[in-house]
């Protein structure tokens, strides 16, 4: 599987934000990755910092909801130089949620779709009040999430038709013009659209901080300036 580079070291006003975890894209089912405890393997990862290779650095315990409760090993890899460690978060993690990014994406799609949330909640088996959270938050950053994937589908040169005016449609419209189109032209077959959405937005999608920048290709860093 290959993306072209994440650029994450810089937020839209060219300070450097460098993130304290990665998102990496990770094959593994949430009770795979759970399965190999310890000894789960992680891509080689760059610095979002300095882009130099990040070393090994222990890890820790973190839970995760997917169905049931599991208990996931995230390792942290190091850079020496900037003297900072990253967690290293498999795809399906989203930075200080719980449950699995299928789960808050499949319950966000639905709510946005028009089902009542409390219906949304009991049909993913999580609590109203973490239901209703996401969407607040997701109703929040749709006008940054709009942005940042209509970036992503012209870089991609994904085709997008007509998009909503409505920042929370609108959003979800361009995730998956660039999911399709990601998937027609880079080998992430196995990742899923949730997935995808999280990892393109550094696991913080519904997060407070500033949605990492991203995909940057050698003429968009440029750009960037
Ligand atoms: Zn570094």
Redesign the pocket.
């Known amino acids: 599987m290959t993306l072209p580079t994440m650029d994450r070291s810089r937020g839209p006003s060219g300070v450097t934000t460098a993130p304290l975890s990665i998102v990496w894209l990770c094959v593994l089912s949430v009770s795979e990755y759970a399965a190999a405890g310890k000894k789960i393997e992680v891509p080689e990862q760059a ?1 979002p ?4 290779r990040l070393g090994g650095w222990s890890g820790y315990k973190r839970p995760v909801r997917a169905g049931r409760d599991y208990r996931i090993w995230i390792r942290r890899g190091r ?1 020496k ?2 003297n ?1 460690t990253h967690a290293l978060l498999p795809d399906f993690v989203h930075e200080r949620r719980y449950d699995a990014v299928e789960v808050i994406g499949g319950a966000l799609e639905m709510s946005i779709g028009g089902r009542g949330m409390k219906k949304v909640a009991e049909d993913f088996g999580v609590p109203h009040s973490t239901a209703r959270d996401w969407r607040r938050r997701h109703r929040a950053r749709a006008p940054s999430l709009v942005m940042h994937f209509a970036d992503l589908t012209t870089r991609l040169g994904a085709s997008v038709g007509e998009v909503s005016t409505e920042s929370e449609q609108a959003a979800l419209w361009l995730l998956k013009a660039a999911w399709r189109r990601a998937s027609e032209i880079l080998a992430i077959a196995a990742l899923g659209l949730w997935r995808f959405w999280n990892a393109m937005c550094g696991g913080q999608a519904l997060g407070t901080n500033t949605i990492p920048p991203l995909l940057a290709t050698e003429e968009s860093s440029s750009m960037r300036g």
Do not use: L, V
């Not at 910092?49 to 130099?52: I, S």
């Open positions: 610095c910092g300095c882009g130099r850079c130089p900037c900072r």
